[in-house]
């Protein structure tokens, strides 16, 4: 037995076992349960972020790395992310987390949505658009994978308030399982080299044409949401781009004619039209500087969501008198609308307001003649500035039903109402349909689509160039010194989850590995001692010998 603790005591005397009662508990604790499951990646949209004539809107920040919980498990004195869905939210938990939490992660359910959900996420968004805070807001499309984490978050046990005492909730919260959010996306900065475009074109009429009274059609192209990325702008202002764009070709084909009409017509499709239509603003301003465009205009007509609802409103500053051009196409236009008319809402311009109600009123202010037919019976309606303003809620029957409306009435008020002139009108759907599709299958959002050379862009002054004369496009620019708009980059990113325990547990861990690695220690130390002590307490056992044998005398017998 002693030569075996002999053995013993060398392989005690050398290092490898030593490593190996460190290494071999350090490596089963640290090692993930299943590696697979350990991370998801999803892609994020960021909120606006935006400046408008000196004030700032929006999210300010675009990294996250911080722990995940959920709206009922998040903790105003932790730094966390919030993941919380649209339709289950009110302003007053927005303001708490903003001011509270690291971070905030929106999830858009899926669709169709009741006339509740649709209210409660339309006032959430409006919310966070007027505001300006600090923290990263994201927003995410329901999927399965997103539902099981907002499962596993609500589920969650590190707060758990329904324990039966204090130490059965704190070993919940060891044992519970946790998620960190990390965000890696670039700080945001200025967008360089902006640029918002107005695309016009025109019909001219017979007759001189510096003397001939003149038509402006008006709508414009982009759209806003909570999140760039997922502005689609269906209805506000799809519609009415699209409808622009069939009325141009419907009316090319008038001009075409020998007894074209004695007016002008332009088309205009202003750009920065959810930025308090600067675009119009500064197309006006372009006008009055250097052509006689606007010295005989008999009317405006801006088209603005027109393909949510059967009702037509016509939004005017000032409501026009019956013997005016303008109050005889009103007048005609309610007749063609048949049973529910045409309702006029009068809106006095509220010049100390920060923006503007309707593009009409940026001509209202120049004494133009001006009005917006729109489906929507108030602007402050908070569809015109969402993301749920998508191509599934829009309903393409009523956009061609309206542009059939508005086309027969302009072609009739052109030939003075004259029905043995006006000429037979061919509205085509498809070209409606394409029209809708190359504007309301992508977003355009302002901070995307604000470059000179934008495929967009480019797409609608080739369309335009087919029906109509003199076309071109203006680009309105950010002064470099006072800009009166400014966009940040960060549109989108990258949201890895990695399932991890909570802070207390890798506390409570750290703790377990510093008393086991003392324990190590002292066993290193301690044992050739009592290894030793057992050596020296430990008997001998007694050793006989044999005598010897005496070789000489038996050789001498």
């Given at each position: 037995?002693?030569?075996?603790?002999?053995?013993?005591?060398?392989?005690?005397?050398?290092?490898?076992?030593?490593?190996?009662?460190?290494?071999?508990?350090?490596?089963?604790?640290?090692?993930?349960?299943?590696?697979?499951?350990?991370?998801?990646?999803?892609?994020?949209?960021?909120?606006?972020?935006?400046?408008?004539?000196?004030?700032?809107?929006?999210?300010?920040?675009?990294?996250?790395?911080?722990?995940?919980?959920?709206?009922?498990?998040?903790?105003?004195?932790?730094?966390?992310?919030?993941?919380?869905?649209?339709?289950?939210?009110?302003?007053?938990?927005?303001?708490?987390?903003?001011?509270?939490?690291?971070?905030?992660?929106?999830?858009?359910?899926?669709?169709?949505?009741?006339?509740?959900?649709?209210?409660?996420?339309?006032?959430?968004?409006?919310?966070?658009?007027?505001?300006?805070?600090?923290?990263?807001?994201?927003?995410?499309?329901?999927?399965?994978?997103?539902?099981?984490?907002?499962?596993?978050?609500?589920?969650?046990?590190?707060?758990?308030?329904?324990?039966?005492?204090?130490?059965?909730?704190?070993?919940?919260?060891?044992?519970?399982?946790?998620?960190?959010?990390?965000?890696?996306?670039?700080?945001?900065?200025?967008?360089?080299?902006?640029?918002?475009?107005?695309?016009?074109?025109?019909?001219?009429?017979?007759?001189?044409?510096?003397?001939?009274?003149?038509?402006?059609?008006?709508?414009?192209?982009?759209?806003?949401?909570?999140?760039?990325?997922?502005?689609?702008?269906?209805?506000?202002?799809?519609?009415?781009?699209?409808?622009?764009?069939?009325?141009?070709?419907?009316?090319?084909?008038?001009?075409?004619?020998?007894?074209?009409?004695?007016?002008?017509?332009?088309?205009?499709?202003?750009?920065?039209?959810?930025?308090?239509?600067?675009?119009?603003?500064?197309?006006?301003?372009?006008?009055?500087?250097?052509?006689?465009?606007?010295?005989?205009?008999?009317?405006?007509?801006?088209?603005?969501?027109?393909?949510?609802?059967?009702?037509?409103?016509?939004?005017?500053?000032?409501?026009?008198?019956?013997?005016?051009?303008?109050?005889?196409?009103?007048?005609?236009?309610?007749?063609?609308?048949?049973?529910?008319?045409?309702?006029?809402?009068?809106?006095?311009?509220?010049?100390?307001?920060?923006?503007?109600?309707?593009?009409?009123?940026?001509?209202?202010?120049?004494?133009?003649?001006?009005?917006?037919?729109?489906?929507?019976?108030?602007?402050?309606?908070?569809?015109?500035?969402?993301?749920?303003?998508?191509?599934?809620?829009?309903?393409?029957?009523?956009?061609?039903?309206?542009?059939?409306?508005?086309?027969?009435?302009?072609?009739?008020?052109?030939?003075?109402?004259?029905?043995?002139?006006?000429?037979?009108?061919?509205?085509?759907?498809?070209?409606?349909?394409?029209?809708?599709?190359?504007?309301?299958?992508?977003?355009?959002?302002?901070?995307?689509i604000a470059q000179k050379n934008h495929p967009l862009v480019d797409n609608l002054f080739s369309l335009m160039s087919k029906y109509l004369k003199d076309v071109?496009?203006?680009?309105?620019?950010?002064?470099?010194?006072?800009?009166?708009?400014?966009?940040?980059?960060?549109?989108?990113?990258?949201?890895?989850?990695?399932?991890?325990?909570?802070?207390?547990?890798?506390?409570?861990?750290?703790?377990?590995?510093?008393?086991?690695?003392?324990?190590?220690?002292?066993?290193?130390?301690?044992?050739?001692?009592?290894?030793?002590?057992?050596?020296?307490?430990?008997?001998?056992?007694?050793?006989?010998?044999?005598?010897?044998?005496?070789?000489?005398?038996?050789?001498?017998?």
């Amino acid at each position: 037995m002693l030569g075996e603790s002999d053995e013993f005591s060398e392989i005690l005397k050398t290092g490898f076992p030593m490593y190996l009662l460190i290494a071999i508990p350090l490596l089963l604790i640290m090692s993930p349960v299943c590696p697979a499951n350990a991370a998801h990646e999803f892609t994020v949209y960021r909120a606006q972020q935006y400046s408008l004539q000196g004030a700032t809107y929006g999210s300010k920040s675009s990294i996250i790395n911080l722990e995940a919980r959920s709206l009922k498990t998040w903790s105003s004195r932790s730094r966390h992310c919030v993941f919380v869905l649209m339709d289950n939210f009110t302003t007053e938990e927005y303001e708490q987390i903003a001011s509270g939490s690291g971070a905030l992660v929106l999830v858009v359910p899926p669709a169709p949505y009741t006339r509740e959900q649709q209210t409660t996420m339309l006032e959430i968004e409006q919310t966070i658009l007027l505001s300006d805070t600090s923290i990263p807001v994201y927003i995410i499309n329901w999927t399965t994978e997103v539902n099981d984490l907002m499962m596993d978050l609500a589920d969650s046990k590190i707060i758990d308030e329904n324990a039966s005492s204090a130490a059965k909730a704190f070993i919940n919260s060891v044992s519970a399982n946790g998620y960190q959010i990390v965000v890696s996306a670039n700080k945001p900065v200025l967008q360089p080299n902006i640029a918002i475009s107005t695309i016009q074109g025109q019909l001219i009429g017979y007759g001189f044409q510096d003397k001939l009274p003149s038509i402006l059609i008006v709508a414009h192209y982009d759209s806003f949401g909570l999140a760039p990325e997922l502005s689609y702008g269906a209805d506000s202002n799809g519609s009415g781009a699209a409808i622009l764009l069939l009325l141009a070709k419907i009316l090319s084909r008038v001009y075409a004619e020998k007894n074209r009409p004695k007016y002008n017509i332009m088309f205009i499709l202003s750009g920065g039209g959810k930025l308090n239509y600067i675009g119009s603003k500064n197309w006006i301003e372009q006008q009055m500087e250097k052509t006689n465009t606007l010295l005989d205009v008999s009317f405006v007509l801006c088209l603005d969501s027109l393909g949510s609802d059967r009702n037509v409103y016509a939004h005017v500053s000032k409501p026009p008198k019956d013997d005016t051009k303008m109050g005889n196409f009103m007048n005609e236009l309610n007749n063609n609308l048949g049973e529910n008319g045409l309702k006029i809402i009068h809106k006095k311009i509220n010049l100390g307001s920060d923006t503007l109600a309707w593009e009409h009123e940026r001509y209202s202010i120049r004494r133009l003649p001006a009005f917006t037919l729109s489906s929507l019976k108030s602007h402050k309606n908070s569809s015109r500035r969402s993301i749920l303003d998508t191509s599934e809620s829009l309903d393409s029957k009523i956009v061609y039903r309206n542009a059939q409306i508005i086309a027969k009435t302009l072609v009739a008020h052109l030939y003075d109402y004259n029905t043995s002139e006006t000429p037979k009108l061919n509205v085509d759907f498809e070209s409606l349909r394409t029209s809708l599709d190359l504007l309301v299958l992508q977003p355009r959002s302002a901070q995307i689509i604000a470059q000179k050379n934008h495929p967009l862009v480019d797409n609608l002054f080739s369309l335009m160039s087919k029906y109509l004369k003199d076309v071109n496009v203006s680009h309105l620019t950010a002064d470099k010194v006072d800009p009166q708009f400014s966009f940040y980059t960060v549109t989108r990113a990258t949201l890895q989850v990695y399932s991890v325990k909570p802070a207390v547990f890798d506390l409570i861990l750290t703790l377990a590995i510093a008393v086991y690695l003392s324990i190590v220690y002292f066993f290193i130390q301690f044992v050739p001692i009592i290894y030793d002590l057992y050596i020296g307490t430990s008997k001998p056992e007694p050793v006989t010998s044999l005598p010897k044998k005496n070789n000489r005398k038996e050789k001498q017998r």
